[in-house]
């Protein structure tokens, strides 16, 4: 059985080496799009609010309310401005906002992630005074459970970090933080036990496998590997829980955001390819790619609906995760919403 299991790995790691030579000359943009968008802005904010930037999003343990990280009704410095507004919320599944916290607690709410008790993690990725370069462990309530980093202080080291942009909490309770937002930091990922303590780390600014420029987003499959999204590289880099490199996937985009299902289904969220400022990964399309980690095989792309425009920056989702029924929510920093995608088929 092991042994057919790892033909198994075999196969699919084959086949996703093909994909990935075949890089932006046979770039992933066609594949169907079975999901209808909700118009407008999805999720009811307080009165006297309106949706600022968001990259944060996860769904709760049910599998179908949805955690949402939100920048105080702007993007940099609006949480710190707006200090008694809460930026993490918890939403329903019609869009209704159950509860909210962390108002005066986090400076810019950058990746999210919901640990198997149902903890919500936050990576704080700026700095104002005492305050931000943390990952933060919430109780389900809001309760601050566990803070990583020095508040207000930019390093890396093992107690610091500059500009956080995502962690995520193996089975066994290890943590993993992607540590460096901007091609030019820290470009690392960190490894913690559970209690906090500093284990190991990996990368540094390249591009060969094993660095980075701008780790941005954390998943983990079924078999404990670990998706990176490596923005500035336009690729996913894929290691075991020790850092040792595995494979190297291109046909995902130039990932801002990546969720994995309890299927092994893989969300990217691309939001930069095409980029009018740079030109980044040229040939891709910006929109969420979907397909199974076990062949790396894209099977369903919602397009982004600006990205003929020539828009400059960052537009679709950045963040992105789906519910028990196979809905997908994109969280947007350019256009500030909440997105939905319903799967109609």
Same mark, same amino acid.
């Given at each position: 059985?092991?042994?057919?299991?790892?033909?198994?790995?075999?196969?699919?790691?084959?086949?996703?080496?093909?994909?990935?030579?075949?890089? &932006?000359?046979?770039?992933?943009?066609?594949? &169907?799009?079975?999901?209808?968008?909700?118009?407008?802005?999805?999720?009811?904010?307080?009165?006297?609010?309106?949706?600022?930037?968001?990259?944060?999003?996860?769904?709760?343990?049910?599998?179908?309310?949805?955690?949402?990280?939100?920048?105080?009704?702007?993007?940099?410095?609006?949480?710190?401005?707006?200090?008694?507004?809460?930026?993490?919320?918890?939403?329903?599944?019609?869009?209704?906002?159950?509860?909210?916290?962390?108002?005066?607690?986090? @400076?810019?709410?950058?990746?999210?992630?919901?640990?198997?008790?149902?903890?919500?993690?936050?990576?704080?990725?700026?700095?104002?005074?005492?305050?931000?370069?943390?990952?933060?462990?919430?109780?389900?309530?809001?309760?601050?459970?566990?803070?990583?980093?020095?508040?207000? @202080?930019?390093?890396?080291?093992?107690?610091?970090?500059?500009?956080?942009?995502?962690?995520?909490?193996? &089975?066994?309770?290890?943590?993993? @933080?992607?540590?460096?937002?901007?091609?030019?930091?820290?470009?690392?990922?960190?490894?913690?036990?559970?209690?906090?303590?500093?284990?190991?780390?990996?990368?540094?600014?390249?591009?060969?496998?094993?660095?980075?420029?701008?780790?941005?987003?954390?998943?983990?499959?079924?078999?404990?590997?670990?998706?990176?999204?490596?923005?500035?590289?336009?690729?996913?880099?894929?290691?075991?829980?020790?850092?040792?490199?595995?494979?190297?996937?291109?046909?995902?985009?130039?990932?801002?955001?990546?969720?994995?299902?309890?299927?092994?289904?893989?969300?990217?969220?691309?939001?930069?390819?095409?980029?009018?400022?740079?030109?980044?990964?040229?040939?891709?399309?910006?929109?969420?790619?979907?397909?199974?980690?076990?062949?790396?095989?894209?099977?369903?792309?919602?397009?982004?609906?600006?990205?003929?425009?020539? @828009?400059?920056?960052?537009?679709?989702?950045?963040?992105?995760?789906?519910?028990?029924?196979?809905?997908?929510?994109?969280?947007?920093?350019?256009?500030?919403?909440?997105?939905?995608?319903?799967?109609?088929?």
């Amino acid at each position: 059985m092991t042994r057919i299991r790892q033909i198994g790995f075999e196969l699919a790691a084959t086949a996703a080496l093909l994909v990935t030579l075949a890089g &932006p000359v046979l770039a992933q943009n066609h594949a &169907p799009n079975p999901y209808r968008t909700v118009d407008g802005v999805w999720g009811q904010l307080e009165q006297g609010r309106t949706w600022g930037s968001t990259s944060a999003v996860y769904m709760a343990p049910d599998g179908m309310n949805v955690w949402v990280g939100e920048r105080c009704g702007a993007n940099q410095g609006a949480c710190m401005q707006q200090q008694d507004w809460d930026p993490i919320m918890l939403f329903s599944p019609n869009g209704e906002l159950i509860r909210s916290f962390g108002a005066g607690m986090i @400076v810019w709410p950058h990746g999210l992630h919901v640990d198997s008790e149902g903890n919500v993690w936050v990576a704080d990725a700026a700095g104002a005074g005492d305050k931000g370069h943390q990952v933060h462990k919430f109780s389900p309530m809001g309760e601050l459970l566990m803070s990583l980093g020095t508040a207000g @202080v930019a390093g890396d080291g093992e107690d610091t970090f500059n500009q956080p942009s995502d962690m995520l909490v193996a &089975p066994d309770g290890s943590i993993f @933080v992607v540590d460096g937002h901007g091609a030019g930091n820290n470009n690392r990922v960190v490894k913690f036990d559970s209690s906090g303590d500093y284990i190991m780390q990996w990368g540094e600014t390249g591009k060969e496998n094993g660095e980075f420029r701008d780790p941005h987003a954390l998943a983990m499959d079924s078999q404990g590997r670990l998706f990176v999204a490596d923005r500035g590289n336009s690729r996913t880099q894929i290691f075991d829980q020790n850092g040792n490199h595995l494979m190297t996937w291109t046909q995902f985009g130039r990932p801002s955001g990546l969720y994995i299902d309890g299927n092994d289904v893989m969300y990217a969220a691309d939001s930069e390819s095409s980029n009018a400022g740079s030109m980044s990964n040229m040939g891709f399309s910006r929109g969420i790619r979907i397909g199974s980690v076990h062949d790396g095989l894209i099977t369903a792309f919602i397009p982004d609906p600006q990205w003929l425009l020539g @828009v400059r920056g960052t537009t679709a989702a950045e963040g992105v995760t789906a519910d028990a029924l196979g809905n997908v929510y994109g969280a947007e920093v350019g256009p500030r919403m909440l997105r939905k995608h319903v799967r109609v088929r």
